[in-house]
């Protein structure tokens, strides 16, 4: 017997006047935070699914945002390099922080500081206290797409655009391993299995991999998960569910442990999104997973189970 995942879709949250492609939620799951090409960032409730209220405008393409933990305040990552720190109490909402000479496709927050992948193949890291940079690490001439952060908050993945995956010690910022050519093309996105174990990667050749990382990194798992590029991975907070965003506009939920497909959700038969899906995550609490699309809208799927 095993656990059958299943995800119906519950609503579709729309008001965004271009693509999108960052989300996050509240440490609680009570909101949801999008950011967009229209340059709006904006505060969903998750559980009414209200409007959304608009919480700044910065006039750029928003490719990421990390809302920080017991504050009101965001960040927010965009497509000039540029880096907003955004306080909705504060009269001028948006204070722009200029470093990156690429876009800023990712953010971490942790232990105080701010992480930024940037599209000049640095990874900068910023005091969350005084938003001052501390310190910047070259990775690679290509640019730096996602970050995974290991469970023990230890081990640092950074997908890049040179088809390589660079594993770091968080604390010292150091280049520990590399996976070389761990994609025919870019890498997008990297998330760690619930054990730290393992590694799943998704790259612009649609390949969905898994690595093991216990020893020597070695390659578990190669499917070829969608038609076209990998933009996102989602793992489960607490399950072995891996979903993952393409831009054949179809989310995909897998086991973690085989790469078995559980449910393909397209526009067709599931009244997925129309165009290009950007970005996943699932709500704290794993009931609900959250999709971003190209299509303008953000769709909300509740999870249900069943054992066969």
């Not at 492609?21 to 609680?28: C, F, H, I, N, R």
């Not at 305040?73 to 001028?92: E, R």
């Not at 005091?127 to 070259?138: F, G, N, Q, T, V």
């Amino acid at each position: 017997m095993h656990e059958n995942l299943r995800l119906t879709l519950q609503t579709k949250l729309t008001g965004h006047k271009g693509s999108i492609y960052g989300l996050d939620t509240s440490l609680q799951g009570d909101y949801l935070y999008s950011g967009a090409g229209d340059g709006w960032i904006v505060k969903w409730p998750t559980a009414d699914h209200q409007d959304g209220k608009l919480l700044a405008e910065v006039g750029d393409q928003v490719f990421t945002i990390r809302e920080i933990s017991d504050t009101n305040c965001l960040m927010a990552g965009a497509f000039s390099g540029n880096l907003y720190f955004i306080d909705p109490t504060a009269q001028n909402k948006a204070r722009n922080l200029i470093f990156h000479k690429g876009g800023i496709y990712d953010l971490l927050i942790h232990d105080g500081k701010l992480l930024t992948a940037g599209g000049d193949g640095r990874m900068g890291i910023w005091h969350l206290e005084d938003l001052e940079i501390s310190e910047s690490i070259r990775l690679s001439e290509a640019k730096l797409r996602d970050f995974a952060l290991a469970p023990d908050n230890q081990i640092l993945a950074v997908a890049a655009s040179d088809n390589q995956i660079y594993i770091l010690h968080l604390a010292s910022g150091k280049v520990i391993d590399v996976i070389e050519d761990a994609h025919d093309n870019s890498v997008f996105a990297v998330v760690f299995s619930q054990c730290g174990q393992f590694l799943y990667s998704g790259g612009r050749d649609a390949h969905l991999k898994k690595w093991d990382l216990s020893g020597p990194i070695s390659l578990v798992a190669d499917i070829n998960a969608h038609w076209y590029t990998i933009n996102s991975l989602a793992l489960h907070p607490s399950r072995p569910w891996l979903a993952t965003a393409s831009r054949d506009k179809t989310i995909r939920l897998w086991d973690a442990n085989d790469l078995t497909l559980h449910q393909s959700m397209d526009a067709a038969k599931f009244d997925g999104h129309i165009n290009s899906v950007n970005h996943l995550m699932w709500s704290p609490d794993g009931v609900r997973l959250y999709a971003a699309s190209d299509d303008r809208s953000i769709s909300v799927w509740e999870t249900a189970t069943k054992i066969e």
